[in-house]
Every structure is written in structure tokens, then in C-alpha cells.
């Protein structure tokens, strides 16, 4: 079974510019989470998906947006780059909607020049 | 709000054993407990629910003590495949709220 595919592995932006990121989930999850991971911080909680509903949604600006399509896939967005959005943004999926056991991807390391 | 872990960073030799500790000033519903190794994406370790219960995955467990808001994570006659970070995320109230990491504790073992 395949696991939790994020595209692009890499991507370097600048500032003001946007930038789209794609999580495909383990065949047959429906729930699909991001996290952003900086140095010192640990995993800071973004948004969750169930099902094209978005469940839970973590303390970040309007900037960051996402959503789930009916195959499950999600995409999450960040419009207006600033320096500080420079992370590895990791998406994690489970079967259901509760808090089961997460399968992480590799993630996408985003750099804000 | 985000779990505490302690300690921030270990160093361990092979066979030794290490404890890290995860506090929250939350009443929580669940424990959950994933590593990291460096450039890989985290893996999970196990899930504990309220109750106190205890639960092992080979030579590494952990606890969960509901009345402190604290779990525990123990690693015994450590092998260098345990290096990594370690993270603890914590459910709380009856569940079904966001899964909240702390920031983790880098364990590194060496020869």
C-alpha cells in the first residue's frame, strides 16, 4: 500500500508570492491533516479534513486555506508569503475523523526568500 | 496549548535507558507518541487513552497518569536505532479536538 504522497518535496518562493501544496492520503483514509514544523517548535496544528468538511482548524492568519476533494486528496494554501511561513508542512492522514493513529508524509520544505 | 516535554535533548549510550516526560495543563483524553529521525517523517509509537493505562512497543513504553495531565515515555537498554525526536501529542477534553504536539525531545544514542 502506498503511503501519504506530498508534491512538491521542495519549493523556494518569494516573498508576497503564493504557493499551493497537495497531500494524497493512504488508500481508503478520509481524514487528511496538516502541521507545520519549524526548528524549536515542534508540529503546530494547521487544519483537518473529513470527508471534504474541514473538522478543526489551528491558530494561524486567514492566509493559510485548504481543502479536501471527494477522492480525499487535499491541498492547502498560503497567499501572501512572508518570511516566517519558511517551514516543513507535513500532511497526515487516518481512516476516520477521531484521532486514530496518523500516517505522516515526507512532507514539503517551503523557503521564503 | 501546546503539551511540555522534558527533557529537551538526551544523550544516551547503548543499553541505556531514558525516560521523556510530557505534561499538560489541560485535562486530556488521549496521549499519543510519534518519532522523527532526521529527514524522515514522524512515526507513530502508540496511543494512550485516560484510564491510566500502560502500553508497550518492544522495548519502549509509556504511561499515562490522568489525575497529573502527564505521560511518560520509557526506553529501555536503548539501541541506536532509537535516535530521533520524539513527540507527544495530546487530545484533550472528551476528544475529537485537534491533536497538539509539544516540541519535542531529541534522544540520541551512540556507541
Known amino acids: 500500500k502506498a503511503g501519504v504522497t506530498q508534491t512538491p518535496r521542495y519549493l523556494i518562493k518569494t516573498r508576497g508570492q503564493q504557493v499551493t501544496l497537495s497531500c494524497s492520503p493512504i488508500?481508503?483514509?478520509?481524514?487528511v491533516s496538516w502541521y507545520q514544523q519549524t526548528p524549536g517548535q515542534g508540529l503546530q496544528f494547521l487544519f483537518e479534513?473529513?470527508?471534504?468538511?474541514?473538522?478543526n482548524k489551528g491558530n494561524f492568519p486567514g492566509r493559510f486555506s485548504g481543502r479536501q476533494f471527494s477522492n480525499s486528496r487535499s491541498e492547502m494554501n498560503v497567499s501572501t508569503l512572508e518570511l516566517g511561513d519558511s517551514a516543513l508542512y507535513l500532511c497526515?492522514?487516518?481512516?476516520?475523523?477521531?484521532?486514530?493513529?496518523?500516517?505522516f508524509g515526507s512532507g514539503t520544505q517551503l523557503s521564503v526568500l | 496549548q501546546q503539551p511540555v516535554q522534558s527533557p529537551q535533548a538526551v544523550i544516551l549510550r547503548e543499553g541505556e535507558d531514558a525516560v521523556i516526560n510530557c505534561s499538560s495543563s489541560?485535562?486530556?483524553?488521549?496521549v499519543h507518541w510519534y518519532r522523527q529521525k532526521h529527514g524522515e517523517a514522524p512515526v507513530f509509537l502508540m496511543i494512550?487513552?485516560?484510564?491510566?493505562e500502560q502500553k508497550g512497543h518492544e522495548k519502549i513504553s509509556a504511561s499515562f497518569n490522568e489525575k497529573k495531565q502527564q505521560s511518560s515515555l520509557y526506553l529501555t537498554a536503548s539501541q541506536l536505532s532509537y535516535s530521533g525526536t520524539y513527540f507527544c501529542?495530546?487530545?484533550?477534553?472528551?476528544?475529537?479536538?485537534?491533536?497538539?504536539f509539544g516540541k519535542g525531545t531529541r534522544l540520541s544514542v551512540i556507541a
Open positions: 497526515a492522514s487516518s481512516l476516520g475523523p477521531t484521532n486514530e493513529k496518523l500516517f
Open positions: 489541560k485535562a486530556l483524553y488521549s
Open positions: 479534513y473529513f470527508s471534504e468538511t474541514q473538522r
Open positions: 494512550l487513552l485516560k484510564g491510566g
Open positions: 488508500s481508503g483514509h478520509r481524514s
Open positions: 501529542g495530546t487530545e484533550s477534553g472528551s476528544g475529537n479536538t485537534p491533536l497538539v
